[in-house]
């Protein structure tokens, strides 16, 4: 069974930090571009980042750069992103994805998700 897990979402102040995980079990991952996105209420799922399945390139959102750092341990089956300097704007649910092969950095290109972890930015 393919599946995704992400995990270390919660509650930080502005200013904060968070360090995200997606497990994938039932696949390997070394063989697949892997996506970060995020979804706010009331607006549409965006790119948060992606990172191709060797890990030597990468793509981040224009705001999120310089903020967020995302790597995959294919030894591991996770891909993680790092998020420092948190604000209000960064409040969403979170989801990892990944798809065979290169994609380009958008929600419709990605066929496997998993369930989304909740980060919430707020004093």
């Known amino acids: 069974q393919v599946q995704l897990v992400e995990s270390g979402g919660g509650l930080v102040q502005p200013g904060g930090s968070l360090r995200l995980s997606c497990a994938a079990s039932?696949?390997?991952?070394?063989?697949?571009?892997v996506g970060w996105f995020r979804q706010a209420p009331g607006k549409e799922r965006e790119a948060v980042s992606c990172?191709?399945?060797?890990?030597?390139?990468?793509y981040y959102g224009d705001s999120v750069k310089g903020r967020l750092t995302m790597s995959r341990d294919n030894a591991k089956n996770t891909v993680y992103l790092q998020m420092n300097s948190l604000n209000a704007d960064d409040t969403a649910v979170y989801y990892c994805?990944?798809?065979?092969?290169?994609?380009?950095?958008?929600?419709?290109?990605?066929?496997?998700w998993g369930q989304g972890t909740q980060v919430t930015v707020s004093s």
């Open positions: 039932g696949f390997t991952l070394d063989l697949y571009a």
């Open positions: 994805a990944a798809a065979l092969g290169l994609r380009a950095c958008l929600p419709s290109q990605y066929s496997y």
């Open positions: 990172i191709n399945s060797s890990g030597s390139g990468t």
